[in-house]
């Protein structure tokens, strides 16, 4: 029986390139001041940041203002004072949301006025980064495109995962309503090794470079009614009891671009 993959992988570098696709290129470093906190050396501005503490089912979450003024988290979101990285931790034990058994320490997309990021699918839309996993237990979230509004699922149209042993998937959901993701091996990086990615999406598709390797992806047409915001940090995917295992991610850039 063939095998129906929804999201389509286009491999061919070459062909990427001769689109002449906007805003798929590579991620530049960042001059980084270990004495600042993360929001004086990135633009936090349009993002908030959820943390694994709270109440059961509703984790913290800080405000872009308060990230701005200079917020950290010696626990879960700080500077590396050794080469200024804006450093994410999530354990394997902490609180969630009402619909995931996995904590995170992550950035949600926001917009300048401080309302939620809800684009739609037109246009060019791009996060880009530099980072490195320092350690990581199975899996780790380290970007998303997530479904905004449109309809009633909550579930992510696309995520970029990093496993211990180096290798790189990007998940891409089969349709708005059910659970399954098709996986496709983008890359290899040893742990603790720095690496870029940029994830584009420019129309009905999603254009993926990790380390100046392209691929592009088609969107199905069940997810052109939602809109889309990113996320980027460290969204830990396992759980256990344990507090000292878990997910540290370290980014050295991090931008987001629409046009």
Known sequence: MQRRTLFTAALSTAAVGALGIAGIGTASAATL??????G??????VWSLQLPVGSPGSPETISAARLKAGYTNPSFFWTDKNDGSMTFWAPEKGVTTPNSNYARSELR???????AANWALTGNHTLSAQLRIVSVTKNVAVGQVKLGTGGTSTKPLAELYYRPNGDIYLGTQNSPDASGQTLHKVGSVPLGTKWTYVLNVNGTKINLTVDGTRTTYSIPSAFHPYRQYFKAGSYNQSSSE?????????FYSLTVNHG
């Open 242 to 250: 344990s507090t000292t295992n878990g997910a540290k991610v370290k």
């Open 40 to 45: 004086g050396n990135f633009n936090l501005s």
């Open 109 to 115: 997309e926001m917009n300048p006025d401080g309302s």
């Open 33 to 38: 001041d270990p004495a600042l906190p993360p």
